[in-house]
């Protein structure tokens, strides 16, 4: 069974930093792409960063200049370092990630975690 664990999350001042990380564990043979998501009450859910296997990343707007996402595949795990955080990012963040399972052939699900609490606030 596969399982996203994030940690990291907590209250943080406005201009504040925060560094979350995801790690994945289970009978795991590979993992494609990871990301971190973002929900505050009442909005949908958004992506925040992505990156790829070959690490390539991706963010959105709101947030380029001042995220960055990495990965430890040593370690199964993603990290999101923010930083100059603002009260509006207050928010559940989630992370997804897409893994292989199985042997000679892999069969690819999206997982997700259950997510940690950020709140910026003064």
């Known amino acids: 069974q596969v399982q996203l664990v994030e940690s990291g999350g907590g209250l943080v001042q406005p201009g504040g930093s925060l560094r979350l990380s995801c790690a994945a564990s289970?009978?795991?043979?590979?993992?494609?792409?990871m990301g971190w998501y973002r929900q505050a009450p009442g909005k949908q859910r958004e992506l925040v960063a992505s990156i790829t296997s070959a690490e390539s990343t991706n963010y959105a707007d709101s947030v380029k200049g001042r995220v960055t996402i990495s990965r430890d595949n040593a370690k199964r795990t993603v990290y999101l370092q923010m930083n100059s955080l603002k009260p509006e990012e207050t928010a559940v963040y989630c992370c997804?990630?897409?893994?292989?399972?199985?042997?000679?052939?892999?069969?690819?699900?999206?997982?997700w975690g259950q997510g940690t609490q950020v709140t910026v606030s003064s």
């Open positions: 289970g009978s795991i043979s590979s993992i494609g792409a």
């Open positions: 997804n990630a897409y893994i292989g399972i199985g042997g000679y052939v892999l069969r690819y699900s999206s997982y």
